[in-house]
């Protein structure tokens, strides 16, 4: 399938995380289609630690599992896109070129469990969460908590993307998170951009 979406290009195909790690480090992929059951290094451990590596990485997971602790653990990882088997090609295609841009993309079904694991907790006060951030970090922190990309940031807050992207760097290293999907994750818990969360 994905060979025959025009612009999209198949550079390598991996059985198991292990061989994943090896092939994000010499390929170097634009995206990662990653499955969360493989033998040997799964597909959580393996997006963690590609991730690691290299925090720009574009994982998307893509899998059966539906349950919130595997789409949380996916994303506290560091994916950035969550997709059950079955998602069509159009989900597939605005995945991949969703989560090129710096989107985090969710199918609908996950969009909608993220959407009522969120508000179970929609009464928490957010007002003294991330202390150690400066004003401004915190307003880059909750747009990017509501799926805004960089630049889109940049056009609401009049300023450059650099700017940006040196913003959301120092809130990264102050909330110790791998990357964009797990500092969403962390702001959301904390009642930052719940609002905005809506299905792509």
Do not use: W
Not at 2 to 19: A, H, P, W, Y
Not at 36 to 55: C, S, Y
Not at 180 to 190: D, N, Q
Request: charged share 25%.
């Amino acid at each position: 399938m994905l060979s025959s979406i025009e612009g999209v290009e198949v550079v390598g195909d991996t059985s198991n995380g292990q061989e994943c790690l090896a092939a994000a480090a010499e390929l170097d992929p634009d995206v990662i289609l990653m499955d969360i059951h493989m033998p040997g290094l799964n597909g959580i451990d393996a997006t963690r630690r590609i991730t690691e590596r290299d925090p720009g990485a574009a994982v998307v997971v893509l899998t059966m599992l539906e349950d919130d602790d595997s789409v949380f653990a996916a994303m506290r990882a560091g994916a950035r896109g969550y997709l059950l088997k079955g998602a069509d090609q159009d989900d597939v295609v605005r995945a991949i070129t969703g989560v090129v841009r710096g989107d985090v993309i969710f199918g609908p079904v996950i969009a909608n469990r993220v959407r009522q694991y969120f508000a179970g907790s929609r009464h928490a006060d957010s007002s003294h969460a991330f202390p150690e951030l400066t004003p401004r970090e915190r307003e880059v922190l909750e747009l990017v908590a509501r799926g805004e990309s960089n630049q889109s940031i940049a056009r609401g807050l009049v300023v450059s993307e650099k700017t940006v992207r040196n913003h959301v760097s120092n809130v990264f290293a102050k909330l110790q998170v791998a990357g964009r999907a797990e500092a969403i994750v962390r702001a959301r818990e904390s009642g930052i951009g719940r609002e905005q969360l809506r299905p792509d």
